[in-house]
């Protein structure tokens, strides 16, 4: 049985940093890429960060480049988020998910990814 736990969330000022971690258990996590989501109040699920099976690719949305940091240890099967210079806006729900294709490219939308994580929240407080 897959499952994935993520943690780290909490209230934060703007300015500020979390990390966000992301355990993995019940598959072959050193074979696939994860992906990092997030959903605010009434809006959709966006696609925040991806990172390729080895940790070597890393992809991220526009609007947190420069900001986060995606990151992996396979021997620890846990995938990370660090978040700095945290604004309002990122307020949300952040969520792990595991891509099972091995097809290699870094995927963006929500429904290419196989298994999810409950979610861990990240409020920002200007």
């Known amino acids: 049985q897959v499952q994935l736990v993520e943690s780290g969330g909490g209230l934060v000022q703007a300015g500020g940093s979390l990390r966000l971690s992301c355990a993995a258990s019940g598959l072959m996590f050193s074979s696939f890429t994860m992906g990092w989501f997030r959903q605010a109040p009434g809006k959709e699920r966006e696609y925040v960060a991806a990172v390729s099976w080895s940790g070597g690719t890393t992809d991220y949305t526009d609007s947190v480049k420069g900001r986060f940091t995606i990151s992996r240890d396979n021997a620890l099967n846990t995938v990370y988020l660090q978040m700095n210079s945290l604004k309002p806006e990122d307020t949300a729900v952040y969520y792990c998910?595991?891509?099972?294709?091995?097809?290699?490219?870094?995927?963006?939308?929500?429904?290419?990814?196989?298994?999810w994580g409950q979610g861990t929240q990240v409020t920002v407080s200007s």
């Open positions: 998910a595991a891509d099972l294709s091995l097809g290699g490219r870094l995927r963006t939308r929500s429904q290419e990814y196989d298994y």
